[in-house]
């Protein structure tokens, strides 16, 4: 009799609230700038129902809640009812395939310029202060400071966001609290210099992303809701004296919240991991504090992501460019399989194809 394998700890099942993953593999929200003028294309059926499996969890690219959450050329949006439309049939093919389909909302506030805002007026921001003109090539705008009479009507754009993309058929929303863009410009001290009621205390810093978390859930119900956290990066000059501290108090004001899963970008973002097999341990803190479901992303391959689910580090792992390159990444993981190289080249060009639905599949004829 063949010995009984060890169940892959990545392709066991999980139960995320009231959808029932087939395995912890996570699609993680992924920019590809191929959504001509805001409107979510064909072309993205084809892409993202290349990457679902029957009970997979897939997040959808961040997606602009309103006409000045813009910085990125040909980034979808979700404020009009053209845009409302279009993702209709991608999340039609995706549910097709058996998967669960979530959208990642996000505002970029200061990472813009003045061609992406309406008008060419000043983007948004926590603050007056603006990126580093020049950094990664881009000549950024100086953002306008939010007045404290302006942010109820900022979050009520990401409520009714969340509302549009339920009405689109998405089975939640991620709030996008990371990578630098405006929800992280409030939460982190070394941008947020406010002096009212959103800057200085981390109370105060945290106040604009749990308003947005709290309009959302009450909006579409918590049980639908994640949000993205990134507390250890430092992208777009977003940065934070007490990272720590940042993650656990968010954390745990937002068990009060009772969202369904909390997504967090572990600390060695672009640090060349993937080298050595160890999960890291920075985010433990924050794992045990959160009482729903606790994503890991970042610098996983299939081992450290069987790790951390082993070692109870993370209840599902989202994987960006090795499922961006793998559009059966799933199945490989299973037979570990090896996989396609990612292209940088292609990653943000606007072809429907090239780069984006040509990754090849598997040949697995001669298997069967
Ligand atoms: C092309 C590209 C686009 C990305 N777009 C987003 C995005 O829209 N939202 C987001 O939160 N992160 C985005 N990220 C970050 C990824 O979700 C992920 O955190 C990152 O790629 C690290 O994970 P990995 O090592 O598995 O690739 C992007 C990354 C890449 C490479």
Same mark, same amino acid.
């Given at each position: @009799?063949?010995?009984?394998?060890?169940?892959?700890?990545?392709?066991?099942?999980?139960? @995320?609230?009231?959808?029932?993953?087939?395995?912890?593999?996570v699609l993680a929200p992924l920019t590809r700038g191929r959504s001509y003028n805001n409107v979510p294309q064909p072309h993205a059926a084809v892409y993202y129902s290349q990457r679902?499996?029957?009970?997979?969890?897939?997040?959808?690219?961040?997606?602009?809640?309103?006409?000045?959450?813009?910085?990125?050329?040909?980034?979808?949006?979700?404020?009009?009812?053209?845009?409302v439309e279009a993702w209709k049939p991608i999340v039609d093919a995706v549910h097709q395939k058996g998967a669960i389909f979530f959208l990642q909302m996000w505002h970029v506030g200061r990472v813009s310029t003045y061609g992406f805002q309406p008008n060419g007026q000043s983007p948004i921001s926590s603050t007056n202060k603006g990126i580093t003109p020049g950094l990664d090539g881009v000549d950024w705008a100086p953002p306008r400071r939010l007045s404290i009479d302006e942010i109820p009507s900022i979050v009520n754009d990401f409520r009714v966001a969340a509302r549009n993309a339920i009405e689109a058929g998405f089975d939640g929303v991620e709030i996008h609290g990371a990578n630098g863009y405006l929800i992280e410009q409030f939460l982190k001290n070394k941008v947020n210099d406010r002096t009212d009621s959103y800057g200085g205390s981390l109370e105060n810093r945290c106040r604009f992303a749990l308003e947005i978390v709290e309009a959302?859930?009450?909006e579409i119900g918590s049980n639908r809701v994640g949000i993205r956290l990134s507390p250890y990066n430092r992208f777009m000059e977003s940065i934070d004296s007490d990272p720590d501290k940042l993650g656990l108090y968010m954390a745990n004001e937002l068990n009060k919240f009772d969202i369904r899963y909390l997504h967090v970008i572990d600390s060695r973002v672009y640090s060349g991991a993937g080298i050595e097999d160890k999960v890291p341990r920075k985010l433990l803190p924050m794992r045990k504090a959160f009482k729903n479901t606790f994503i890991v992303a970042s610098g996983y391959n299939r081992s450290k992501g069987n790790l951390a689910i082993s070692k109870n580090y993370a209840d599902l792992v989202a994987f960006g460019r090795f499922f961006l390159a793998n559009p059966d990444l799933v199945r490989r993981y299973e037979i570990d399989a090896p996989l396609n190289m990612y292209d940088r080249s292609t990653f943000g060009t606007p072809d429907p194809v090239v780069g984006y639905t040509d990754y090849p599949f598997l040949e697995e004829a001669n298997n069967e």
């Open positions: @009799m063949a010995a009984k394998k060890d169940p892959i700890p990545l392709l066991t099942p999980y139960k @995320m609230g009231e959808f029932d993953l087939s395995h912890r593999i679902a499996t029957e009970g997979g969890l897939l997040i959808a690219e961040a997606t602009g809640v309103s006409d000045t959450s813009q910085g990125y050329r040909d980034t979808p949006g979700i404020w009009t009812k053209e845009q959302v859930a009450n």
